[in-house]
């Protein structure tokens, strides 16, 4: 009874538990970048896949050490003989009994074996040395690769969650834009019923928040795609409650000041795409030297125990009419010839030498273009961005005069339309600046293999 009821508390304080946890999952509305990116790395489809072949590669790699081992393995067999064969000869002249032929059958009709052998490879031709080592290589390669797909896992997450954040600025301004012209109708229509301005006036107030109207929608749609692609990346399943918590500011650390030859240089030796090259290079190496152990003979060690018993009738079978019978072997195996299997695969082997270099040797050259590229953007957006903050300045004070002339009647509604439509589009181009100058310089990162979650 103490048992049941000590089980009850425990079946009970643990449907607690999940209560808690689901209600406070539930009530989580607010989402960080780096929660974000925590997310990514636990759930994403990519990194689960990756995590899996780095699990693969070491799997691989047990399986090629078990080849040095010595391997036992036991072995049974009945043999039932139906019909056993005869021999039949004449006898001498003389022989006592001897009348035409003699028949004698040979064997038994019930055969029983059992034994352990094993076997011990000695020297293979530097086979399993290579072979372990091209493992390893791979546990490498898995690694690389894990952290290639985590680097751009983390570079699409920030450009998915600032992506966010710049349609809900697009937002801002769209709701702005139809606000401020609202507004202007509204000053528009008290004007003509007081006859201060014509119909046509009236009209292109009506037509300027028509024109507008739409925008808001436009900018609602699209930030419901950029939420879907950061719940794709996240890899998770619910968007609804999502409210993302991050400052739409520029970002602070970048590589913009650095040299860029450097920058090259450091790619070289912390970029996963880079080392995976490298490492796929030393790879072949060992395949060649695989491919030439075929060349070379090879030596095993084979030990074996068997029982064995040969009757003709095993209703009394016991174990006395076992035989025990034990052996040592040492076997020398020289290829002499295989259809000239060896010698292409040999050829094989050093063909994909050569063309693991020839990648690497244009991916140093696209790694050096790229880092190029992406520096050079990264200055042109942050000229971008320092010109744009100004302008948005001049653009807003513009409006502010123009509302201002026209309320006096010193300005007509046009003027006001145009400095309304020079804001807003100032406002979005300085956005797209600050969303074009983090991304560049997250992409620069990601381009220069440092790109990690503690660094973002």
């Known amino acids: 009874m103490k048992h049941m009821l000590f089980l009850y508390r425990h079946v009970f304080f643990i449907l607690l538990i999940c209560i808690l946890i689901t209600s406070t999952v539930n009530a989580q509305t607010e989402l960080t970048l780096r929660q974000s990116i925590e997310i990514a790395l636990r759930n994403n489809p990519d990194i689960r896949v990756a995590e899996k072949e780095i699990y693969k590669s070491l799997h691989g790699r047990i399986r090629a050490r078990s080849e040095q081992l010595p391997t036992v393995s036991a072995r049974g067999n009945y043999d039932r003989s139906w019909e056993l064969p005869e021999i039949v000869f004449s006898p001498p002249p003389g022989f006592p009994g001897a009348n035409g032929e003699i028949r004698a059958r040979m064997g038994v009709e019930h055969t029983i074996y059992s034994g352990v052998t094993l076997e011990q490879p000695i020297y293979t031709g530097g086979a399993l040395s290579a072979s372990n080592r091209m493992a390893s290589r791979g546990v490498e390669v898995s690694e690389y690769n894990f952290s290639s797909v985590e680097q751009q896992t983390i570079a699409n997450v920030y450009d998915a969650f600032y992506g966010i954040l710049f349609a809900v600025k697009l937002i801002t301004v769209a709701n702005q834009s139809l606000e401020s012209a609202e507004e202007n109708l509204r000053q528009v229509e008290r004007f003509y019923e007081e006859g201060a301005t014509s119909r046509f006036e009236l009209l292109r107030a009506q037509v300027q928040v028509g024109t507008l109207r739409p925008n808001v929608t436009e900018a609602k749609h699209n930030y419901e ?110 290829p002499l010839f295989n259809g000239f299997g060896n010698t292409a695969q040999y050829q094989q082997a050093q063909v994909e030498l050569q063309q693991t270099q020839i990648h690497k040797e244009n991916s140093r050259k696209l790694i050096a273009m790229e880092i190029k590229s992406l520096h050079k953007k990264l200055q042109e957006t942050a000229e971008i961005l320092e010109s744009q903050e100004q302008v948005m300045e001049q653009a807003g004070e513009g409006l502010r005069l123009a509302n201002l002339l026209y309320e006096e009647g010193a300005a007509t509604l046009l003027e006001v339309i145009d400095a309304q439509l020079a804001y807003t589009q100032a406002s979005i181009s300085y956005y797209r600046a600050i969303y074009n100058f983090n991304t560049t310089s997250v992409q620069l990162e990601r381009a220069v293999g440092i790109l990690s979650s503690e660094n973002i």
């Open 225 to 334: 795609l950029a939420l879907d692609n950061l719940i794709n990346l996240l890899g998770i399943n619910e968007s609804s409650g999502i409210n993302l918590n991050g400052s739409f500011d520029r970002r602070r650390r970048t590589l913009l000041d650095e040299d860029i030859e450097t920058l090259v240089q450091q790619a070289y030796q912390y970029r996963p795409e880079y080392q995976m090259l490298h490492t796929q290079e030393h790879m072949n190496r060992e395949g060649i030297r695989l491919a030439r152990s075929n060349f070379l003979p090879k030596v095993f060690f084979s030990s074996s125990m068997s029982w064995q018993a040969l009757q003709n009738d095993i209703s009394g079978l016991t174990g006395d009419d076992f035989t025990r019978i034990s052996s040592s072997q040492l076997i020398i195996q020289i």
